[in-house]
């Protein structure tokens, strides 16, 4: 089963569509690399995106799979380090958005914080699956989850 989930930011100027969700569809991730907690600290929001081992709660997708509705003026990109993902935010509100690769790298990793679950009636898990995996752990903080890698599994 897939199904479309809304995105919305905080404040609810921008909206869009992630599209065709489902548990093989994507990769349902946490990432607890320095430069996704540099970003939740940089947008002020490390306490409502980063777990208690420092980590992002991802949904990897290819980019046809997410669709800007409303409010694209307000969509901010900011880079971390030169050869560092792209990581997109709503300027409106800073509610992260996304992470994406260059050009050789067609994927999106759409942070979950985004994800209106709530108007979707649904849990993460229900639709995306559990997570499959923990990466980048070698930077995240005690407690780590069990199944943790220290760089990409």
Known sequence: MSLNLPLKCECGKFRGILENASPISGNH?????RDCQTFAHYLKKADVVLDRSGGTEIYQVTPSQVKITQ??????????SPKGANRWFTGCCNTPFANTGGPKMAFTGVILRIVDFKQANVLATEILGPIRFYCFAKYGKEPLPKKASKGIP
């Not at 409010?71 to 971390?80: I, M």
């Open 29 to 33: 991730i946490v990432c607890m690399c």
């Open 71 to 80: 409010g694209k003026q307000y969509l901010r990109c900011l880079n971390l």
